[in-house]
């Protein structure tokens, strides 16, 4: 194996990486939202709407502050993917990131679930209704910004061919 085939194959796991890292961000900053909206004792009724869009909104968000970063950082001399230096520190803090965030919120969730349910007097057809759109929430946005993603650079590559 030549060394450009190694640089392509470490981005793209940086890329998966990278990716999951973001995701593991939002879905603990989506949590603790939760939380604290449980916590204010807005109905699960109300939440089941509203968290699939606050999942949007985030999701999207993020997408576009990414987006716009890739094209403001990648003005530089040289271009190509095997011409830049490669992110190890980067890879690094996201597989940390990973690696601790993700089992954290889980064990955060599993230990606001004990406790909430023995202060709420909340029928289980309703939590589990919400716990259904809270993560189709998750789903849908995930697919949508990745299909948006997809057509945005295939439309820059088009752009870029045409050029």
């Known amino acids: ?12 796991i940086f890329g998966f990486v990278f990716v999951i890292a973001v995701e ?15 916590e204010l004792g807005i109905s699960y009724n109300v939440m089941t709407y509203v968290f699939p869009i606050i999942t949007l909104i985030f999701y999207s968000l993020t997408a576009l502050f990414l987006l716009n970063r890739i094209k403001t950082k990648s003005i530089t001399k040289t271009s190509g993917i095997y011409l830049t230096e490669f992110p190890k520190r980067l890879l690094i803090i996201s597989a940390l990131v990973v690696f601790i965030l993700t089992p954290l919120t889980n064990k955060l969730s599993g230990m606001y679930a004990e406790s909430a349910s023995e202060n709420t007097l909340l029928e289980m057809g309703e939590y589990l209704r919400f716990y259904g759109w809270f993560n189709l929430g998750f789903a849908i946005s995930q697919t949508l910004v990745l299909i948006a993603m997809v057509g945005f650079s295939l439309i820059k590559l088009k752009e870029l061919n045409k050029n």
């Open 1 to 12: 194996m030549n060394k450009e085939n190694i640089l392509l194959m470490l981005w793209i």
């Open 24 to 38: 593991s961000i939002l879905y603990f900053i989506i949590h603790l939202l939760y939380f604290g909206f449980a």
